[in-house]
């Protein structure tokens, strides 16, 4: 369960192109961010992805990446010509191999050989068309699907949904966000060229006219298991209320939305379809393990990282194409490690979960009183860098990567101290503490 969105520049405050996206994985599932140069690859290279091996271009484009740890693909990223991708996991009546690229792996080859959205899907339908959507996509417990994409760059955007080698895409006009659903119907721009030939053999529609690739394509029933309607009908409002508008600050507020609850109203065992999503016992679609903002601006894009779950109760830190990554965001596991960012930011997460309107209403004024002030900072900043020489450039964002990690991780431990001194106040289901208490266990997480 993940949810993508994009504002264009059309429909944005300043002109930007706006990106958005929140991964929902299992939550002891750890997300890294990983950053890749560009580089140069001998003749006849492979590129070992998660399940399979493909040839390896003779030159990758620079990448930054939020990641479930043991996979070699991504979730959302971007390159370093302001290319941002993000995947969702949907379902159609095409088989599911048990070997062949994965989604994510897909959205890491797009970015690092596609120089512009355009050219990034079709990177991405050349290599779907030729190898395949194939493999397990969870750690652990297996789950197959095929995929579907938001993939923007600094002037454009597009959507992609794939059904194994089948494909069709639409081009966005203004605003978009997809969720765990076909949302594709009779229009689009490009596709497969035998798209609607194959779903006449299948059975699936009578005739070219009665094609409908949503409708022919997609398992039935997906939605209501996946609740994916309701997410998709709020981002799609969010984004439409607001747009010629829309900010940075707009877009992360969208992915830490719980369908308009504020943070006192809002409990975690009870309320379960909103964008922000987070993990119950009763239910297999887990949390929201990271979340991503990129601001695609033409010169010095700034890329709002959570590395951390739930991006209600999360700050998102500025990255920047070309500086290195603190390297505690590159440290995760199955199980808690003092070294790692997400697994530390997590034992604050699941502290508050045990009573979510008494201390998530404590935390997130501060949180959102420092996410204002890095955005301010991170304005000035790229101000400042934008008359700089390169190397000096790179110097003073790193920098401020840096002290916003260094205040993040500051005033986490300080959060955690706090919410643990907090008697539970709010009556929480206990079945839903005990399913705490069981991926607390598991991980080796003892708060």
Same mark, same amino acid.
């Given at each position: 369960?993940?949810?993508?969105?994009?504002?264009?520049?059309?429909?944005?405050?300043?002109?930007?192109?706006?990106?958005?996206?929140?991964?929902?994985?299992?939550?002891?599932?750890?997300?890294?961010?990983?950053?890749?140069?560009?580089?140069?690859?001998?003749?006849?290279?492979?590129?070992?992805?998660?399940?399979?091996?493909?040839?390896?271009?003779?030159?990758?484009?620079?990448?930054?990446?939020?990641?479930p740890f043991w996979i070699w693909g991504a979730e959302m990223g971007v390159n370093e010509y302001g290319v941002a991708i993000g995947n969702e996991s949907v379902w159609s009546k095409e088989d599911y191999a048990d070997a062949g690229l994965l989604g994510m792996d897909l959205l890491r080859l797009g970015l690092?050989?596609?120089?512009?959205?355009?050219?990034?899907?079709?990177?991405?339908?050349?290599?779907?068309?030729?190898?395949?959507?194939?493999?397990?996509?969870?750690?652990?417990?297996?789950?197959?699907?095929?995929?579907?994409?938001?993939?923007?760059?600094?002037?454009?955007?597009?959507?992609?949904?794939?059904?194994?080698?089948?494909?069709?895409?639409?081009?966005?006009?203004?605003?978009?966000?997809?969720?765990?659903?076909?949302?594709?119907?009779?229009?689009?721009?490009?596709?497969?060229?035998?798209?609607?030939?194959?779903?006449?053999?299948?059975?699936?529609?009578?005739?070219?006219?009665?094609?409908?690739?949503?409708?022919?394509?997609?398992?039935?029933?997906?939605?209501?298991?996946?609740?994916?309607?309701?997410?998709?009908?709020? $981002?799609?409002? +969010?984004? *439409?209320? =607001? !747009?010629?508008?829309? %900010?940075?600050? /707009?877009?992360?507020?969208?992915?830490?939305?719980?369908?308009?609850?504020?943070v006192k109203e809002y409990n975690p065992d009870k309320q379960i379809t909103t964008i922000c999503a987070h993990s119950a016992p009763e239910i297999m679609i887990g949390q929201s393990t990271a979340s991503y903002v990129g601001h695609l601006t033409e010169e010095i894009p700034t890329h709002w990282l959570t590395?951390?779950?739930?991006?209600?109760?999360?700050?998102?830190?500025?990255?920047?194409?070309?500086?290195?990554?603190?390297?505690?965001?590159?440290?995760?596991?199955?199980?808690?490690?003092?070294?790692?960012?997400?697994?530390?930011?997590?034992?604050?997460?699941?502290?508050?979960?045990?009573?979510?309107?008494?201390?998530?209403?404590?935390?997130?004024?501060?949180?959102?009183?420092?996410? $204002?002030?890095? +955005?301010? *900072?991170? =304005? !000035?900043?790229?101000? %400042?860098?934008? /008359?700089?020489?390169?190397?000096?450039?790179?110097?003073?964002?790193?920098?401020?990567?840096?002290?916003?990690?260094?205040?993040?991780?500051?005033?986490?431990?300080?959060?955690?101290?706090?919410?643990?001194?907090?008697?539970?106040?709010?009556?929480?289901?206990?079945?839903?503490?005990?399913?705490?208490?069981?991926?607390?266990?598991?991980?080796?997480?003892?708060?």
């Amino acid at each position: 369960m993940c949810d993508t969105l994009v504002a264009l520049g059309n429909s944005t405050e300043d002109g930007s192109v706006i990106f958005g996206k929140n991964s929902d994985r299992p939550p002891n599932e750890a997300h890294v961010i990983r950053h890749f140069p560009r580089m140069e690859h001998r003749e006849g290279s492979k590129v070992k992805c998660t399940h399979t091996e493909i040839p390896q271009e003779p030159e990758t484009l620079e990448v930054l990446l939020s990641c479930p740890f043991w996979i070699w693909g991504a979730e959302m990223g971007v390159n370093e010509y302001g290319v941002a991708i993000g995947n969702e996991s949907v379902w159609s009546k095409e088989d599911y191999a048990d070997a062949g690229l994965l989604g994510m792996d897909l959205l890491r080859l797009g970015l690092e050989r596609g120089e512009t959205a355009r050219r990034a899907l079709e990177v991405i339908v050349e290599l779907l068309e030729k190898y395949g959507q194939g493999g397990s996509h969870n750690y652990g417990t297996p789950l197959k699907y095929h995929n579907s994409f938001i993939i923007a760059d600094t002037s454009e955007a597009w959507v992609l949904e794939t059904a194994d080698k089948y494909w069709v895409a639409e081009y966005v006009k203004d605003v978009r966000s997809i969720s765990n659903k076909y949302t594709i119907g009779k229009e689009w721009d490009l596709a497969s060229p035998n798209l609607v030939e194959h779903a006449i053999e299948k059975g699936w529609c009578e005739s070219r006219k009665d094609f409908n690739f949503a409708r022919c394509y997609e398992v039935s029933g997906i939605q209501q298991i996946m609740h994916c309607d309701e997410r998709l009908d709020r $981002s799609t409002k +969010l984004l *439409q209320d =607001n !747009k010629g508008k829309i %900010t940075v600050k /707009d877009m992360m507020s969208y992915l830490r939305d719980h369908e308009g609850y504020n943070v006192k109203e809002y409990n975690p065992d009870k309320q379960i379809t909103t964008i922000c999503a987070h993990s119950a016992p009763e239910i297999m679609i887990g949390q929201s393990t990271a979340s991503y903002v990129g601001h695609l601006t033409e010169e010095i894009p700034t890329h709002w990282l959570t590395g951390g779950s739930n991006p209600c109760i999360s700050v998102y830190i500025p990255f920047y194409i070309g500086a290195e990554i603190p390297e505690t965001f590159t440290k995760g596991g199955e199980k808690y490690k003092e070294d790692s960012y997400w697994w530390n930011h997590e034992k604050l997460v699941r502290k508050i979960q045990e009573d979510y309107p008494q201390r998530a209403g404590l935390i997130v004024p501060e949180i959102e009183t420092l996410q $204002s002030k890095f +955005l301010e *900072q991170a =304005n !000035k900043i790229r101000n %400042t860098a934008l /008359d700089l020489t390169l190397g000096e450039s790179i110097q003073i964002l790193e920098d401020f990567t840096n002290e916003c990690v260094e205040t993040v991780t500051k005033k986490s431990k300080d959060w955690l101290k706090t919410v643990e001194k907090m008697k539970q106040v709010t009556p929480t289901k206990s079945d839903y503490l005990n399913f705490l208490k069981s991926v607390n266990e598991a991980a080796g997480l003892k708060i």
